[in-house]
């Protein structure tokens, strides 16, 4: 019971996650206290390719940062900058105004492609985030919390199966609970919803933002994501990255405070409206490159 009451200081309610998304109401998450990162004149190269130019942005604690742009344009890379994997060509990175040198249990990641340990079942996969984030608990308690944050995220049932027996939006899920698992106040997510289905990207979409609005734990969220819908729904801002090399060409500050209605929010004429206009402003910015020459197609359009 305990652990459930702790979870529920996070989440309104994780029951919520388990019905059917009609009309979602979330709320404005914003409450920032100081500079949580901060990334000064940066850019990035792989080998003699440069990837991102010049990148300066500075994310207040509590604040949830939405990234957009092309495929190629960076996104991951910067992701991989915050968290401390990759170290920058020239500029800095702080976070809470230290230099970040390395990987850190203060900055959680998402990634891509899950990064379950597939040797591990689900239980245990979450247990050991637990483990960092709690030392000293006993396996039976670390054991029962890992059990709860997979119900969190809409996976009852399945703590002792293994990455391999699930589907890759079950391990999606379950690798976006062991990132909660591990409490970071800071969460690098890389397109986290972008395997799942429909319903459970609503769902997940709902739960990300009831733990942003908690009262009692304050996360700084950075979001990279090719969904500009998306981006605007999550995001108390949203920043466009322009094509190879990626650099920031808007920071937009979304406009919609308070109760946000799904339905009603993505059917108004402002949010279509912009969702139209940031889209137009990395298409643009792809135009000008092609124009230029400097578009560069192949293995860089991955990064």
């Not at 409490?183 to 799942?196: C, H, I, K, N």
Request: net charge neutral.
């Amino acid at each position: 019971m305990r652990v459930i009451n702790r979870l529920s200081e996070l989440c309104s309610s994780a029951v919520g996650l388990r019905k059917p998304a009609v009309e979602e109401k979330s709320f404005s998450h914003h409450s920032g206290t100081g500079i949580a990162l901060a990334v000064e004149n940066v850019s990035f190269a792989y080998g003699s390719e440069l990837v991102l130019k010049d990148i300066s942005l500075r994310v207040e604690s509590g604040e949830f940062i939405a990234v957009v742009g092309p495929s190629g344009c960076g996104k991951t890379s910067l992701l991989r900058l915050l968290a401390g994997l990759e170290k920058p060509l020239s500029g800095e990175i702080l976070h809470q105004g230290k230099a970040v040198t390395g990987p850190d249990i203060s900055r959680g990641v998402v990634f891509q492609d899950y990064s379950l340990f597939p040797w591990l079942n689900l239980q245990d996969n979450l247990a050991i985030a637990v483990n960092k984030a709690r030392k000293g608990l006993p396996r039976s308690e670390r054991n029962q919390i890992a059990e709860e944050y997979l119900d969190l995220v809409g996976l009852p049932g399945v703590a002792f199966k293994h990455p391999y027996e699930l589907s890759g939006g079950m391990r999606q899920r379950a690798a976006i609970a062991r990132s909660l698992a591990l409490g970071s106040p800071v969460l690098l997510m890389d397109e986290p919803f972008g395997a799942l289905d429909p319903l459970n990207r609503v769902r997940l979409q709902e739960l990300l933002l009831q733990l942003c609005s908690s009262r009692t734990v304050q996360r700084t969220i950075v979001f990279v994501t090719h969904d500009v819908e998306e981006a605007l729904y999550l995001g108390d801002r949203v920043i466009v990255l322009g094509t190879t090399p990626g650099r920031i060409i808007a920071e937009i500050k979304v406009p919609f405070e308070g109760e946000r209605y799904r339905h009603k929010l993505f059917q108004s004429k402002e949010f279509r409206d912009l969702e139209t206009h940031i889209a137009a402003l990395y298409h643009e910015d792809i135009e000008r490159q092609l124009e230029a020459g400097s578009v560069v197609s192949g293995e860089g359009a991955s990064i």
